[in-house]
């Protein structure tokens, strides 16, 4: 053993944890956002060069190197390729990766004490079971959010008693946790363990509608830090309890503010009561016909206001568009208009989607407002542009005490004196439900892929002169 190893190695992870909290505390503004990254992938790369220096690592370099390397060139290539509107499915899956991993270190020291190749204390071996079983639903549940929005399984999945049979199969794998605790783990009894945490998993999450998948990711993404941490103290290394440990805190918190953002409980979260109406109770009544506008009324419009507030949604994603509305920004601020964009906490497909896309596009940050901080502007707005947005500017949540999503805070676009919607057709959104705010008599439609509507819209400006 190299000498001074044993100050070394527990110094080191302790600077990581140090690093992680700092780069976590950088992202939660969007102008550290991106110094908060490079700390948190400092601390990682620290934290793993000084595991292959860690006393319980017994020789299995190579092992160790082709996974790592592997691994992160196969990280590296799909992070380069993907696109922003993948990204959701791409942070669902790294979401079930880290769960899963912890459920597999979980299953190897389990095996590990079954052999007599090591041992645990009663309280150490309660946790490895429990973080198990976290891990084990963060995996599969995440797992069924990637297949849902990669379109390759339906949006909900829902058949009589699957409530009951939920509770049954999540009790069985806790009655399997508390065998495992009395009598030990043994080979048999693990794969039993696993097989019903990974099925409590999926079961939890078929029922959940499509439209409240950011909750969804939020969730997983605390159940797999918790799930770390829980790992990081059976196998004693103080870096990984803390930041998981931080990143479960920070998914709960943030998971409470999407359960916010939705109207809906976090309790309903966490027993699958949420995502029940989003689809079989669509087809909100509306009265009315939709009023359509062609780019040029449209540019015009724009091009003479006083007050322009941009609602990107998920349409913008689909349509890359993000750069195209910026070009569009840039030409209506050089005729004095002023602009801002309006993010709601849940548009997109996972928590701060739309903020990332616009990020990408070069908006300031300082243009950018939450709900909170811009509804009261729309009464004073001239026109407000809504790029493929639905449920978040959907006035049945204030109108309609039989919607499915009433009581949801939304932004307030249907008050703005003018209102235009960039829309590819008259379908309703990933929620299925109507939009009240298409048949407003201050409501125009504007058709089309968001990006060809921007590029005309920004001909249409400029021939303004």
Not at 134 to 144: N, P, Q, V
Request: aromatic fraction near 10%; charged fraction near 15%.
């Amino acid at each position: 053993m190299i000498p001074g190893l044993d100050f070394i190695v527990p110094a080191a992870y302790f600077a990581a944890a140090v690093l992680f909290i700092y780069g976590l505390k950088g992202m939660s503004s969007p102008v550290t956002a991106r110094a908060g990254m490079i700390w948190a992938g400092v601390a990682m790369l620290l934290a793993i060069v000084v595991t292959f220096f860690h006393p319980k690592v017994e020789g299995n370099y190579i092992l160790m190197i082709v996974a790592l390397v592997s691994a992160s060139a196969v990280a590296w290539w799909w992070a380069r390729i993907v696109a922003m509107t993948d990204m959701p499915q791409m942070i669902a899956l790294y979401n079930g990766m880290g769960g899963g991993s912890a459920a597999a270190i979980a299953a190897v020291e389990l095996l590990k004490v079954h052999s007599g190749q090591a041992s645990m204390v009663p309280t150490t071996l309660l946790i490895a079971a429990f973080g198990a079983i976290i891990g084990s639903i963060a995996f599969s549940g995440s797992m069924i959010a990637f297949a849902k929005l990669q379109g390759w399984m339906r949006k909900t999945w829902r058949f009589p008693g699957q409530q009951l049979l939920n509770l049954v199969v999540f009790a069985a794998t806790l009655v399997l946790g508390v065998w495992i605790f009395i009598d030990g783990p043994t080979p048999t009894l693990l794969l039993l363990f696993f097989a019903f945490a990974l099925l409590s998993g999926i079961l939890v999450t078929i029922p959940i509608g499509g439209a409240d998948m950011p909750v969804v990711i939020s969730l997983y993404n605390a159940l797999t830090g918790i799930a770390v941490g829980f790992k990081g103290y059976v196998l004693e290394i103080p870096a990984l309890m803390i930041a998981g440990i931080v990143v479960g805190a920070a998914g709960t918190v943030l998971t409470q503010l999407m359960a916010k953002a939705m109207n809906r409980p976090l309790t309903n979260v966490l027993f699958s009561g949420f995502g029940k109406a989003d689809e079989d109770s669509a087809g909100v009544s509306a009265s009315g016909e939709m009023k359509s506008i062609d780019g040029t009324d449209a540019a015009i419009q724009m091009a003479y206001a006083d007050k322009v507030i941009i609602v990107p949604g998920y349409g913008m994603a689909v349509a890359q568009a993000q750069h195209k509305i910026w070009e569009l920004t840039e030409l209506l601020r050089e005729r004095g208009v002023k602009v801002s964009f309006a993010i709601h906490p849940v548009a997109g497909r996972m928590p701060g989607h739309m903020n990332v896309l616009l990020a990408e596009a070069g908006v300031p940050y300082d243009m950018i407002f939450d709900l909170e901080d811009i509804n009261a502007q729309f009464p004073s707005t001239d026109v407000a542009l809504v790029i493929g947005a639905n449920d978040v500017v959907n006035p049945a949540a204030r109108k309609d005490t039989s919607s499915p999503i009433y009581g949801m805070p939304i932004l307030d676009v249907d008050k703005a004196k003018n209102c235009i919607v960039i829309k590819r057709g008259q379908g309703t959104g990933f929620s299925g439900i109507e939009n009240l705010l298409f048949f407003e008599d201050n409501t125009r439609m504007l058709y089309g892929d968001a990006q060809k509507v921007a590029q005309t819209l920004i001909s249409g400006v400029k021939a303004l002169g």
